[in-house]
């Protein structure tokens, strides 16, 4: 199961981080809901069709195939997660990179002589 999980999410967050990296902070986390929503949906209806309606579990098929259905609730999850990882990170690389050009300002300002 390790194997199984490691060989979807890691693909899967790989390209959560690619789609999210170069969008505006102000958007990553509604796009990584809209994303998260992309994900599970469509595997949601499809699990309810084949489990529930093909294979007559109805709604219990939640339950009964959980290992599934923990697929639903992991991108809610690793999306947003991702999304506030990388604006924190935006953030300070943008912060950063003012202190520093702060500093380098200064250094290329004249020496002012003392008065007197």
């Known amino acids: 199961m390790l194997f199984f999980d490691a060989a979807i999410l890691v693909p899967l967050w790989f390209?959560?981080?690619?789609?999210?990296k170069s969008t505006p902070r102000n958007?990553?986390?509604?796009?990584?809901?809209?994303?998260a929503f992309y994900i599970t949906v469509p595997l949601f209806l499809y699990d309810f069709l084949y489990c529930g309606v093909y294979l007559n579990y109805g709604g219990s098929f939640i339950s009964e195939f959980w290992f599934l259905s923990i697929y639903y609730v992991i991108p809610w999850i690793l999306c947003p997660v991702t999304a506030i990882w990388l604006s924190r990170l935006r953030r300070q690389t943008v912060?950063?990179?003012k202190v520093h050009q702060s500093a380098y300002n200064q250094s290329l300002q004249p020496t002012q002589k003392p008065r007197g």
């Open 27 to 35: 958007y990553k986390l509604s796009l990584s809901l809209w994303l």
């Open 95 to 97: 912060s950063s990179d």
């Open 15 to 20: 390209v959560v981080y690619w789609v999210l």
